[in-house]
């Protein structure tokens, strides 16, 4: 059993950056691949950025490409998902997931039902 919790969603003008957590707790986090995604008000949950367990590159959505940077911590069982330039039609709840693949796994899982668990979501709002 993983439990997550995201943090770092804050309210702020458009052009300013954010950088959101997500810690995880339980064992064998390396197992995991970790996926952010995001739920703008009215709209469906949308995959944002993900890693993958073969060589730990990173596959980002088109909208984002450029402007988010995924990064992961092992040792402190964390991933960062540091959001540049931000817009007001980035205004959403991030969630951070998690899912357990086998060591050599090479896929980007971009879609939100291959994930085993969730974290509650951290609000992001952004003004013009």
């Known amino acids: 059993q993983v439990r997550l919790v995201e943090s770092g969603g804050e309210s702020v003008q458009a052009g300013h950056s954010l950088k959101l957590s997500c810690t995880a707790s339980g064992p064998a986090f390396e197992t995991y691949v970790m996926g952010w995604f995001r739920q703008a008000p009215g709209k469906e949950r949308e995959f944002v950025a993900v890693d993958r367990r073969s060589d730990g590159n990173v596959k980002y959505a088109d909208a984002m490409r450029g402007r988010c940077t995924f990064s992961r911590d092992n040792a402190k069982n964390m991933v960062f998902l540091q959001i540049f330039d931000l817009e007001p039609v980035d205004t959403a709840v991030y969630y951070c997931?998690?899912?357990?693949?086998?060591?050599?796994?090479?896929?980007?899982?971009?879609?939100?039902?291959?994930?085993?668990?969730w974290g509650q979501g951290t609000q992001v709002t952004v003004s013009s």
């Open positions: 997931a998690a899912k357990s693949v086998y060591e050599g796994n090479f896929f980007y899982h971009t879609d939100e039902e291959d994930y085993d668990y």
